[in-house]
Structures are given as structure tokens and as C-alpha cells.
């Protein structure tokens, strides 16, 4: 073994033809040594001095040309005091016994080769108009014995999953932390992976051998399936701005991530986008707004209906956000209309943790009930929440498991609950088909019409001169917004004429009680057809749906109906 070249540049380690180069950060007047591991002994196999460099101000950099091999482990000790590579690529720990002979974790940095063969794969970069987004943990969402995958838990369980999600209609996953952060906060177990952590490794708790090779394979794997990949990267406060740079930079480089979810308060936008390498990534930050209107409309609220017409029209992506009604923090969209209050008794902190407005309905019976008519409520009000994320204008961003009416038991902040309380109940999925069939059935309508994901947000004009605006909004009476307090319906007409289409009306009563709506004329020649109504289980009407050749139509209790625009033709039947 021989030293080469130093190379201070980049922190880390950087694997080349020459060898490998070590560079580290170490205060001046400091005594540092490289120590390398093999295999899981105490003692290093090899030693080196790392020197100090006036040239190179405090960074300690040496090269090895010869003798290293993937999985070795290295550790640097900063006079006499172990220090884990902040940049290392991979992280393996160990439990041991200490000098007073009690158990602790003592843990390494994983030298990782970085040959992958990534077969000319790059990021999708696929229209923000066009992504149905997908939010799961990665551990937590195949580590059920119901997932039925091989490697439970992991990327490549995650891998095997990626023909459900193409089914599903699902184009872009986001994935919660992954990389190799600290599995303890206070006396809680960390489940979600925020706080501290080693970034720059992939998690190995979510691999089933290599985590670099394993997040490569899953990223590939998803774009060869046309699934964008974006990872949270939430960071830590205590983190340098640059090192956060550097990070995303690295994912975007190393791993072809789609971009990222990030938090604005500790790496603001503007610095990761005056970074040139940066620009042009898929940047997303969080935003509640939606998610509490939609949730309050749904629970029937007064008061909504001039929010509600905002946020159906508004296309979030123009603010580096995406739609969701339930998010990883917070209620599954079971548990929203299945609880009136937080249920988080498990978690260790006498039920005062997690948000405690969380705008949830029970529908009559606090948790789960074999009454037949909260269970139709339940489900009924499930396919509202639905209806509301899929056809608001914005990106939607659907929680895991939602699908199938995954729940948590009440629990609105599982951070700690690395058990059945957090992970995805997969047996859900075949007791619960008619949901998964019934959200499949709204994305692909979505897909099918332009006019519900539009690449630029509706005007409220006529652009084509047809006689009516690409969008209007409409009360009980046609032409009349409901600006009453009290009012809970609102009728949305979406002119198919700039994308050639056929026109669509969706009718919102989200009161208690049914409403007659009246229906906006439509040219000579044609009628509108109800198709959908969330008052059936398929959502969706059979045999075309129901001709309305009268001019109102009765919207159900805390329904949703769709009608179309079309033609007459002979054999149409008169329904009323």
C-alpha cells in the first residue's frame, strides 16, 4: 500500500483510477490519523497519519492507490477521539460494550465503490400537470408480512411493488428520509428519520445488502417504469448551508433523484436555485393550506366555498407545492373520517404530541364501528376526499396506503411507531379492493382530460369564443357563485373547447342535506349525461351513465356528481 496524490477536493472520500483519496476537515494544530477496518474487528488493519497542509488551510487530505476494497471500513481519530467521516457514502454500526461494560453503538464509515452500470438512465422530468404523486416511507411501506414482497422493508421491496403503483396510475413516488440518520430521539425511537444524520449515506436499515447499490437499482428501476423519484431531504438545523448544497448535489449526481422535498426554513429556495447544478430540479416544500380547506369543505363547514374555488383552480407547482388532504404528519384519510380527536396514547407522551386541529369527522362513532350506516358515511365521505385531490387543478400527492383505507389507529404522529402502528397494513388491500378500484378509476379520468390538469391555470375567460369561460363557478342557481356564509355546494363548469373536449360540470354538496342544482345551458344539439356520483361504491355509473334532459339535477347529502356535455342521439333514454 502506497500514499498518492492529496486531493482536498471533494470532503469525503473520491474513488478515481489512481486509487482512493481520503479528505477530511480537522482544526489546526490537531493531531488526526485515518484508521481502516476489515471485516468487523476491533483493530485497523492499516494506519494512516494525515498531515497538515498549509496549502490546503484545514482540510487533511491523503490518497491510497493500492489495497482498499468495497466494504472495508474506515474511522478517523482527531487526537485520540473517534470521528466518523460527516460525508461518508455508507454507515455501519455496531453494538458493543464500553470501558464500564455497559452496551453502546459504536459506528464506522463504509467505504462504498461507486461502479454502477446506469444504463444512459437520466431523470424524467415529467410535466408537473401530468404527475400523480405517491408519499410513502420506505421502510414502513412494505414491512408487513401482508406487502407479499421478498425483501420487506427495503428499496428493493419498494422495487417490487413498482407494478402496483404503475396500476395504480402513479407517476412520481416521494420518498421520506433515506438516509442514515439517527434511529433515537430523547427515549423515542426515530421512525421518521428527521434530526441528525450522516446524509450523505444511504440508509442500511433499508437495504437487504448494498444501500448504495440498492437506492441506484430502485431509483433505475422506478425510471424505467416512468416513476419520478423524490427524496425528502429535511436536513438537520445545525447543518452548514453548503453541506446542504452539497447533499443535493450529490443525490441529484450519484443517485439521478428526480429532485427533492425540502424544508425552506433551514435551506431557502433561492440559495439551492442559484446554485447552477441545481436550477433545474423539481424543488417541493409543504404546504397545509390545501389540506386544511379540502378537510373543512369535506366535514361540511360553512364558509369554504370562496377557498375551495381557489385552491380546485390553483396550480401549487407554480409554488414549489403539491396538493394533499392527508400527509405522513397527521391522520390516514381512514382515520380522518373515523376519529374526532388524536389517539397517540402509544407513543409515550400522555397524548399531548401531534397536531391537535386536525379538522377530522367521525361520522357519529369515535374509532371503529359495525354500524351500517357510519360504515356507508365513512366510505362515502373517503371517496369525497378522493374526488377533492384528484380534481383540484394542482399536482396531487396521494399517502400511502390511503388507497385501500390504511389507518393508524387514531394516531396522528407515528414519528416513534416503527411497528404495525406506522407501516402499511397491506391486508387492507384485498378487504378494501372497491377503494383501490374506485381511485384508479378517478386518475385514469383525470389523465383522460386535459381540462382537469391543465399546463396553464383556467382564466375565467372566454379564450376561444364559444360563449363561456374555460372555467366558471356556479351555485344552486347556474351563473350564481354561492357567496352565502351558510352555503356548502358549489358547481365548477369546465368549457372543453380549448382542449376539444367535451364539457364537464362537478357538482359539490357537501351539506347534510340533499340540493337541486340547477345545470348551465349548453349549446343546441346537447345535453348533459351524469356519469359519476360518489354515492355509489364504483364512483363511476354504468351503461353511460344517466341522460338529464331536464335542466336541474338533485345532488345527494355530502355527494359529488359529474355530468358531461354531449350530443343527442336517438336511443338516449330520458333519467331523471
Keep these: ?87 461518508a457514502h455508507g454507515i455501519r454500526k455496531y453494538t458493543g460494550q464500553d470501558e464500564n461494560g455497559l452496551e453502546t453503538e459504536y459506528v464506522r464509515a463504509l467505504l462504498c465503490a461507486p461502479d454502477f452500470d446506469w444504463d444512459n438512465d437520466r431523470p424524467l422530468d415529467l410535466p408537473d400537470e401530468d404527475i400523480i404523486a405517491y408519499s410513502l416511507h420506505v421502510r414502513g411501506y412494505t414491512k408487513s408480512q401482508g406487502s407479499k414482497v421478498k425483501n420487506r422493508g427495503t428499496f428493493g421491496g419498494i422495487i417490487e411493488k413498482i407494478p402496483y403503483l404503475k396500476e395504480l396510475g402513479i407517476n412520481q413516488i416521494q420518498c421520506m428520509p433515506v438516509y442514515e440518520f439517527e434511529d433515537h430521539i430523547r427515549l423515542a425511537r426515530n421512525y421518521w428519520g428527521y434530526g441528525e444524520a450522516y446524509c450523505f449515506a444511504p440508509k442500511s436499515r433499508y437495504a437487504s445488502s448494498n444501500p448504495l447499490r440498492e437506492l441506484k437499482e430502485m431509483v433505475k428501476a422506478c425510471h424505467q417504469a416512468g416513476i419520478e423519484v423524490i427524496l425528502h431531504l429535511p436536513f438537520y438545523d445545525a447543518m452548514p448551508k453548503q453541506k446542504m448544497i452539497e447533499c443535493l448535489r450529490y443525490y441529484r449526481q450519484e443517485f439521478h433523484a428526480d429532485g427533492f422535498v425540502v424544508n425552506p426554513y433551514t435551506v431557502p429556495l433561492e440559495v439551492i436555485q442559484s446554485d447552477d447544478y441545481l436550477k433545474n430540479l423539481k424543488l417541493i416544500v409543504k404546504n397545509d393550506e390545501f389540506q386544511t380547506v379540502m378537510r373543512r369543505f369535506l366535514k361540511g363547514d360553512e364558509g369554504m366555498i370562496e377557498s375551495v374555488i381557489w385552491h380546485l383552480k390553483h396550480l401549487c407547482q407554480n409554488d414549489h407545492q403539491y396538493h394533499y388532504i392527508t400527509d405522513h404528519t397527521g391522520f390516514t384519510l381512514c382515520d380522518l373520517v373515523s376519529y374526532d380527536g388524536k389517539h397517540n396514547e402509544l407513543n409515550g407522551e400522555n397524548n399531548h404530541d401531534g397536531p391537535d386541529y386536525n379538522y377530522s369527522w367521525n361520522c357519529g362513532v369515535e374509532g371503529p364501528t359495525r354500524k351500517k350506516a357510519v360504515v356507508k358515511l365513512r366510505e362515502q365521505q373517503m371517496r369525497n376526499a378522493f374526488f377533492l385531490l384528484l380534481m383540484a387543478q394542482g399536482t396531487p400527492c396521494i399517502l400511502a396506503g390511503d388507497e385501500f383505507a390504511n389507518s393508524q389507529n387514531g394516531n396522528n404522529n407515528v414519528y416513534c411507531q416503527d411497528n404495525d402502528t406506522a407501516w402499511v397494513n397491506w391486508k ?145 333514454t330520458c333519467k331523471k
Design 1 to 87: 500500500m502506497t500514499h498518492g496524490e492529496k486531493r482536498p477536493v471533494p470532503a469525503g472520500v473520491l474513488w478515481t483510477e489512481e486509487g482512493i483519496s481520503f479528505s477530511v476537515a480537522v482544526p489546526k494544530g490537531k493531531n488526526c490519523r485515518l484508521c481502516i477496518y476489515r471485516g468487523k474487528k476491533t483493530e485497523p488493519y492499516r494506519e494512516i497519519s494525515m498531515e497538515e497542509d498549509i496549502l490546503y488551510g484545514d482540510i487533511r487530505s491523503s490518497g491510497i492507490q493500492s489495497g482498499l476494497k468495497d466494504g472495508d471500513e474506515y474511522l478517523y481519530f482527531i487526537d485520540d477521539e473517534p470521528y466518523v467521516d460527516p460525508y
Design 428 to 572: 387492507k388491500a384485498e378487504k378494501e379492493q372497491w377503494l383501490t378500484d374506485y381511485v384508479k378509476a378517478l386518475i385514469r379520468f383525470r389523465k383522460e382530460h386535459r381540462i382537469l390538469h391543465p399546463a396553464e391555470e383556467c382564466q375565467g375567460i372566454d379564450l376561444t369564443h364559444c360563449g363561456v369561460p374555460d372555467v366558471s363557478y356556479h351555485g344552486e342557481n347556474a351563473w350564481q357563485v354561492p357567496n352565502e356564509i351558510a352555503s356548502r355546494q358549489l358547481g365548477v363548469f369546465y368549457s372543453g373547447a380549448t382542449k376539444r373536449e367535451k364539457d364537464l360540470y362537478i357538482a359539490y354538496n357537501m351539506h347534510w342535506e340533499d340540493h337541486t342544482f340547477a345545470l348551465p345551458s349548453l349549446p343546441k344539439g346537447k345535453h348533459w349525461r351524469k356519469i359519476f356520483t360518489t354515492t355509489v361504491q364504483k364512483g363511476f355509473l354504468e351503461s353511460n351513465g344517466e341522460v338529464c334532459q331536464e335542466r336541474k339535477a338533485v345532488i345527494e347529502a355530502r355527494s359529488i356528481a359529474v355530468f358531461t356535455g354531449e350530443a343527442y342521439e336517438s336511443e338516449d
